[in-house]
């Protein structure tokens, strides 16, 4: 018979305890069920995503999805956080640029290309796709957050006084609204033709960063 003390010891080897595990499973079909959403989303468009329709896809009641997220709003805002980090990805994916013109075109780039590639997502955070939800305090922050890169930038150009501008935001905005302008035109079907599209907004941020830059130096 084997002696109690030469058992192995789990002393060393750390327990996870029942509560742990549960938030663990919350948090992993959480993860899923957004991801789930995306999906939908991503090819039927934010329309098709309806709490049953998920919940289907997950093979699992409705209930749980509505414990989980409170309603259908609560499902948007997951997306709409994703959306934004999504965004912020692809900013830091833009390498840096010593030539500030040229790295002010190659992040107007990045927003374009972003709307392009995440559509849905797009229309979620600057589109109304979902008529339930509306940012609150938590979700413009994760847009603040997204945008911080730019932000910075800017900044950066101000202190260096090759940006006229004395006010970042100010500048961050004027950008922002103005590209999503065209973009939003485009995505509505106002601007049908992809390239004629492309090429007002290739001229707005050209344009903007003119308004902006202080050739004089």
């Known amino acids: 018979m084997q002696n109690s003390s030469d058992l192995p010891s789990t002393d060393n080897h750390q327990r996870i305890t029942y509560p742990k595990v549960k938030i663990q499973h919350n948090e992993l079909l959480r993860r899923n069920i957004i991801e789930t959403a995306a999906s939908i989303m991503q090819k039927s468009g934010p329309e098709a995503v309806t709490i049953r329709r998920v919940a289907e896809k997950m093979e699992c009641p ?3 999805i509505y414990n989980l997220f409170g309603s259908k709003e609560g499902l948007a805002k997951e997306l709409f ?3 934004c980090k999504l965004l912020a990805d692809a ?3 833009v390498p840096m640029q010593a030539d500030l013109k040229q790295y ?3 992040l107007g780039q990045a927003y374009w290309n972003f709307s392009k590639e995440y559509t849905s997502y797009y229309m979620v955070m600057f589109g109304g796709a979902f008529s339930e939800f509306k ?3 938590e979700s413009l922050q994760a847009m603040v957050t997204a945008l911080q890169q730019l932000t910075d930038i800017i900044t950066n150009g101000i202190e260096q006084g090759v940006i ?3 006010e970042p935001l100010l500048v961050v905005n004027l950008i922002w609204a103005s590209l999503h302008g065209v973009i939003h035109l485009y995505l509505g079907g106002h601007i049908q033709n992809e390239e004629t599209a492309k090429r007002l907004y290739d001229r707005s941020v050209s344009n903007l960063i003119h308004t902006f830059y ?3 130096r």
Do not use: H, V
Request: hydrophobic share 35%; aromatic share 4%; charged share 40%.
């Open 62 to 64: 409705t209930k749980i």
């Open 81 to 83: 956080m994703e959306g």
């Open 91 to 93: 900013f830091q994916a």
């Open 104 to 106: 002010l075109l190659n």
């Open 135 to 137: 940012p609150e305090a």
């Open 164 to 166: 006229s501008e004395k």
């Open 214 to 216: 202080r050739d004089d």
